[in-house]
Every structure is written in C-alpha cells, then in structure tokens.
C-alpha cells in the first residue's frame, strides 16, 4: 500500500512540474493520425523544444531520491526525444524507466513504459517488437486488474495487424478497443478507433461500412470540438468517395480537410490532400487543374525533405504530361520518380515507371526502347509475384504490336491480359481490352467478332459511368457500321460519339468526330 501511495505522490509532483514544463507525454490512441513526427510539436520552435528538455533532466536531477517521480521523469525525457525522431536516446530513457519499474515491482510503470518502447517500435516499422511490447504491457494490465488502459493496447494491436495487413485480426483488436473505451466513456479515444475500423474497411474495399465508421469518428471529434483531428478523416471522406467515384463528394472533402490543415499550419498534411485533389481532377480530365495540385504537392514535400513520397507526385505529373502529350516532360517526372524508387529499393514501384516509360516511348515511336521497358516491367511484376499487375503491361505489348501490324501478336498479348482481368475482377480493365481486342477483329475485317467486342467494352464503359471511354467505343462501333454498309447505324454512333466528347476538353478528338459526320 505504501508503494501504491508513493506512486500517487509522485504522479501529482511529476503532474505539477511538468505543467510548468507544458507538455503532456501520453500514449495517445490517435498515434496513426497524430505522431507522425510533422505533427509532433507541430508548432514549437526548436528552442522551445530544447528549454523543455532542459527542464525535464534538472528535474529528473532534483527528485533523483523519489523512484516513481524519477520513472515519470524518464519517461516524459524519451517521449521528448522520441518527438524529435531521435529514438536511441528516447529508447535508453526509456529502458532506464523499465529497469527501475522493475526493479520496485512497479507494475503500472513498467507496463506504462512497456507501451512507450512499443510506440518506438512501432514507428521504426519494427512491428514484431512492438507487438511483443505491447502484448507484455496488456498481460500485466490484465495482472492488475486495470481494464481501462487496455483499451491503448488492443488499439496498438490492431495499428501493428493493419500495417501486416492483418485486417480481421486489427478490425477484432480495434472492437475490443472500442467496448473498453465506449464502457468507460471515452469519447476521444473511441474517435480514434472508429477512424481505423474505416482505414481497415477501405483496405477491404468496404467502402459503405468505411464511410460509416468515418462518420462517427467524425461526429465525435466534432462534439469534442476538435477541430484539428477531424481533418485527417475528412481526407479519408474524400477517398472513399474517389474510390466509390463521386467525385463532387470527393472534391469536397478534400477541400475541408485542406481548410482545416491550413488554419492548424500543418503544411505537411496539405501536400497529401493537394496530391489526392490531383488525383480527382485528373480522373475529371481538368489536366491543369491537377498538375496545379501535383505541383503544390511537390513544393511542400520537397520543403519538409519528404523524398519518398515525392516520387508519387512526380509519377503523376508523369501521367498528366502524358495526357497532354507532353512526352518529354512526361519521361522527365518518371526518370526523377524512378530514381527515388531505385534508391528506396521500392521493386514494385519501378516496375510502374518502366510500364510508364515504355508507354511514352511507344508514342515517341522508340519501340526498342518501349519493348525494353515493358520487359523489364514484365520482369518485376513476375518476380513479385504479382500478377494482377502483369495484365496492363501485357494490355500495353498487344497496343506496341498491334501499332506495328503485328496483329496475331496484339491479339495473344490482349487475351494474356483478359485472362488476368477476369481472373481478379477487374471490369474496367476487361473494357478496354475488349474495345482493343474489337479493333484488331476490325483491321482484320472480321466485323462480328470487333462489334461483340466494342459491344462488351461499351456495356462496362456505362457500368462505371465512363461516358468518355463509351465515346471512343461509340465511334469505332460507327466504323464498323460504315464498313458494313449500315449508314443509318453509322451516323447514329459517330453522334453519339461526338455528343459526348463536346461534354470533354479534348479538342484533338473532338476534331475527329467532326470531320467522320461531315460525311453524311
């Protein structure tokens, strides 16, 4: 009993000094959305940062004699250090506090510090460590009867079974989470949780449920009033709606958490939001719109010496140049995307940028070079396993083959990609593989097999709401008609056609259409 009131004596001594000292160390639920370190004393200067620690070694040198006192000490110490990403001094305060814990049968302090060492791991992606660390903390926990904080380390669990993609064993940790925290009332921290079930509903492609649990996070931070954490999950908003394709949704989403991150001055969280409403207006075919994101996404990433994930926005600046058949400035953006990719030994990665690099060779006319690309793409992607991605550089090689006269060649590398496609669900891919597959039957006049197949793309194409890729298909399905002599069925769709792609900011196929319905 007497070490239990020691303890409380020193938790009030610590609580008072380090209210002086103005930072409150915890292990925060939130460490997904809020300890990365661009948000870790996001607004200190480094002199402040400096006088804290300061602060905390003369008084963890003033109460050397009160053990407990001396372990909340160590502690507070790592948490600063951790703060500022150096972890070996933060693990060595830390592995202090343990010994000591330890050493005076502490239970609580040696589970408290058990988590923190657990955090560490955690972000140095040493995610077997962490969770040994924090399976010890919850067992001693469980020992001591304190069911409330072991709410923290099933939601710690579950981050380690999401960053594995262990998504049932994190979507069980996080529930446990939550019972725990909805028992004891704890609003912020069942915010916390409800924003990684819709993380791990998302991985799954359960995007209704996703929303849902991204809802209540929201509703929660928003009775809570803070304001801050809800941009993070008003980021996620705008990707399920990305991904469910309403893109109005989207945009406005992304806008919100973009407002709310500037007036927190959390640069760093704008360059993601900047990135993904590139993305949308990229989908929308407003190409500047979405290199002026991309662009301010690069500024702010180059700004905090983010190079890893410069080579996304670099990749998609690649892909927006190259719809605007920019291909040098395109080549340009994927060379600087696939060098950071080779140095981070991102393997999968670089075999996206030779698959996008043999794309712009193709329409430079360097097929050598678009053939070695798409090869060592193919190489890769096989060498990983991964075969899902095999199909669109196959797709690629039936396009450089059927752009040669290749035909029988353009066609066994489409049905490559169509088994694939069909294989692993991918309906939209299969669209455009059939639309391809209807041109080859076309240039080799074998009109029924090319209508059945611009006839598949097209019923895909409406599926999604793809009005622009119907446009094409419509065109092609005139062609076919023309030739077959079926006039009245050819100007029907070179109309359709031509409808469509006024609604679209393509003048070059806008041109086309045109001169194809002066004929009639």
Do not use: W
Request: charged content about 20%.
């Amino acid at each position: 009993q007497n070490g239990s009131v020691d303890a409380d004596r020193a938790t009030a001594i610590v609580q008072s000094e380090v209210a002086k000292v103005g930072h409150d160390m915890r292990i925060n639920p939130a460490i997904e959305q809020t300890s990365h370190p661009r948000h870790l004393h996001l607004t200190d200067p480094k002199s402040k940062r400096s006088e804290r620690i300061n602060t905390l070694e003369q008084l963890l040198r003033d109460f050397a004699t009160s053990s407990h006192a001396r372990i909340e000490f160590l502690n507070q110490l790592g948490s600063e250090y951790q703060s500022i990403r150096e972890f070996d001094t933060a693990k060595a305060y830390f592995q202090q506090s343990l010994e000591l814990s330890r050493d005076l049968k502490y239970v609580q302090g040696e589970a408290v510090t058990l988590d923190l060492l657990g955090s560490i791991s955690y972000h140095l992606k040493q995610l077997d460590d962490a969770r040994s660390l924090f399976e010890q903390s919850l067992a001693l926990k469980l020992q001591i009867g304190n069911r409330q904080s072991t709410a923290n380390n099933y939601h710690f669990l579950g981050l380690v079974a999401q960053k594995l993609s262990l998504y049932e064993e994190a979507r069980c940790n996080y529930q446990l989470a939550l019972e725990i925290n909805s028992d004891f009332g704890d609003r912020f921290a069942q915010a916390c949780t409800y924003h990684q079930l819709g993380l791990v509903a998302q991985e799954l492609s359960s995007y209704e449920e996703a929303r849902r649990n991204y809802q209540l996070a929201l509703e929660i931070k928003s009775e809570l009033g803070d304001r801050c954490a809800q941009a993070g999950t008003y980021h996620q908003l705008g990707k399920v709606y990305h991904q469910l394709r309403k893109y109005t949704e989207a945009l406005h989403n992304y806008e919100i958490a973009l407002k709310i991150n500037s007036e927190f001055g959390d640069r760093f969280a704008q360059a993601d939001t900047y990135h993904q409403l590139g993305r949308v207006y990229q989908q929308l075919r407003q190409y500047e719109q979405a290199r002026k994101h991309y662009q301010l996404a690069l500024k702010i990433k180059i700004e905090f010496g983010d190079r890893l994930s410069q080579a996304s926005t670099c990749h998609q600046l690649g892909r927006v140049a190259e719809e605007l058949r920019e291909y040098a400035q395109a080549r340009h953006n994927y060379e600087l995307a696939l060098a950071i990719h080779i140095e981070s030994g991102n393997r999968f990665a670089q075999s996206s940028i030779y698959h996008n690099l043999g794309i712009v060779a193709q329409q430079l006319t360097e097929y050598e070079q678009a053939q070695s690309n798409y090869e060592l793409a193919l190489a890769i992607k096989t060498e990983l396993g991964n075969r899902f991605a095999q199909a669109c550089t196959y797709h690629q090689l039936g396009r450089m083959a059927q752009e040669l006269g290749a035909y029988a060649q353009a066609r066994h590398n489409y049905q490559l990609a169509l088994a694939i496609q069909v294989e692993f669900g991918d309906r939209i891919a299969q669209a455009r593989t059939h639309h391809n597959l209807g041109m080859i039957a076309q240039h080799l006049t074998e009109y029924a097999a090319a209508r059945r197949n611009y006839q598949l793309a097209l019923n895909i194409f409406g599926e999604f709401g793809d009005r622009f890729s119907q446009a094409g298909t419509y065109f092609h399905l005139g062609k076919v008609a023309q030739a077959l002599g079926e006039m009245d069925i050819a100007q029907t769709n070179y109309l359709l056609d031509l409808q469509i792609r006024s609604g679209f900011n393509d003048s070059h196929r806008l041109g086309i259409s045109l001169r194809n319905l002066e004929q009639f």
